[in-house]
């Protein structure tokens, strides 16, 4: 069964790090590419940065430089690194598949990200 399962988020300070985890359980995620989205209080779901199974990352402008995506597919994990964290990061994070995926049936728990001084 399908199954991702997000942990590592926390409350930190503004300029601190975190490091998000995705425990993927099928096949399917260790061939799709796979990208961490985050949602905001009262804003809608925005997909943050990617990875492609072979290893190619794309990043939304507003996180990169700060964060880094990585996968290591022999353990069906992926890994989002966030440094420099600003109060606009708070948010409950998440990991899916991405485009050409979808990722409607595959959605986690998600884990709560607080950027706050």
């Known amino acids: 069964q399908e199954q991702l399962v997000e942990s590592g988020g926390g409350l930190v300070q503004p300029g601190e790090s975190l490091r998000l985890s995705c425990a993927a359980s099928g096949t399917i995620f260790r061939i799709a590419a796979m990208g961490w989205y985050r949602q905001a209080p009262g804003k809608e779901r925005e997909l943050v940065a990617t990875i ?14 700060r964060f880094t995506i990585s996968r290591d597919n022999a353990k069906n994990t992926v890994y989002l690194q966030m440094d420099s964290l600003k109060p606009e990061d708070t948010a409950v994070y998440y990991c899916n598949v991405v485009k050409p995926w979808s990722p409607n049936a595959y959605w986690g728990r998600g884990t709560q990200v607080t950027v706050s001084s």
């Open 52 to 65: 492609s199974s072979g290893g190619s990352t794309y990043y939304a402008d507003s996180v990169k430089d």
